[in-house]
């Protein structure tokens, strides 16, 4: 059974910065691509970073580029989300998602992931 737990969730002030964790279990972590969406209220889910399987590829949302960096360890069955000069428009609750094929490359849509953590919830205040 896969499961997906984030951590690094908060209350932030713009401009400020915070790192999300997902640890997971239940398959080979190091053969499936990780992803980021988040979901603010009364939106859908949206696409936010992507990484591949060996972490030498990423893909990011326009919305985020140049202020977050998507990393993965995995010895550790970890991907992080850093996130810095944040904006009160990243105010969301952010899942961690991982690939339904192993190998992918980074991918954005949806039906790609196949699991999905439970959500932590950022808040950016102006």
């Known amino acids: 059974q896969v499961q997906l737990v984030e951590s690094g969730g908060g209350l932030v002030q713009a401009g400020g910065s915070l790192r999300l964790s997902c640890l997971a279990s239940g398959r080979t972590f190091s053969t499936y691509g990780m992803g980021w969406f988040r979901q603010a209220p009364g939106k859908e889910r949206e696409f936010v970073a992507a990484?591949?399987?060996?972490?030498?590829?990423?893909n990011y949302a326009d919305s985020v580029k140049g202020r977050f960096t998507i990393s993965r360890d995995n010895a550790k069955n970890t991907v992080y989300l850093q996130m810095n000069s944040l904006k009160p428009e990243d105010t969301a609750v952010y899942y961690c998602a991982s690939h339904r094929l192993s190998y992918d490359p980074p991918l954005s849509a949806k039906p790609n992931f196949a699991y999905w953590g439970q959500g932590t919830q950022v808040t950016v205040s102006s």
């Open positions: 990484i591949s399987w060996d972490g030498g590829s990423t």
